[in-house]
């Protein structure tokens, strides 16, 4: 089994930058992708960034390309989302999600098993 807690959301204003962390505990090696998603009130949860834990390719949905950076510290078993310009459609509550999707099926939840408990993040 796999625990993921994340850190790091909050409230600021648009145009303002936020880092979250997802550190993960237990079988670690028993994923080979972390994923960033976000959901939105009334809207469905989407994925945000993914990046594979062996070789660290990344993906990014089209709305975050060029201000949102996944990042990996596998030493310390920690993903990062850097999230810089952000904005108010933005605000959503964000969650970690690690499992073993192919590249083709990133951004499909069913695909990731774990998921952290979400941070919340506001933009303004």
């Known amino acids: 089994h796999v625990q993921l807690v994340e850190s790091g959301g909050g409230s600021v204003q648009a145009g303002g930058s936020l880092r979250l962390s997802c550190a993960a505990s237990g079988h670690t090696y028993n994923y080979i992708f972390m994923g960033w998603f976000r959901q939105a009130p009334g809207k469905e949860r989407e994925g945000v960034a993914a990046i594979s834990t062996d070789g660290g390719s990344t993906y990014y949905a089209d709305s975050v390309k060029g201000r949102f950076t996944i990042s990996q510290d596998n030493a310390k078993n920690t993903v990062y989302l850097q999230m810089n310009s952000l904005k108010p459609e933005d605000t959503a509550m964000y969650y970690c999600?690690?499992?073993?999707?192919?590249?083709?099926?990133?951004?499909?939840?069913?695909?990731?098993?774990?998921w952290g408990q979400g941070t919340q993040v506001t933009v303004s």
């Open positions: 999600a690690a499992g073993w999707p192919n590249s083709a099926r990133v951004w499909t939840p069913t695909d990731y098993p774990y």
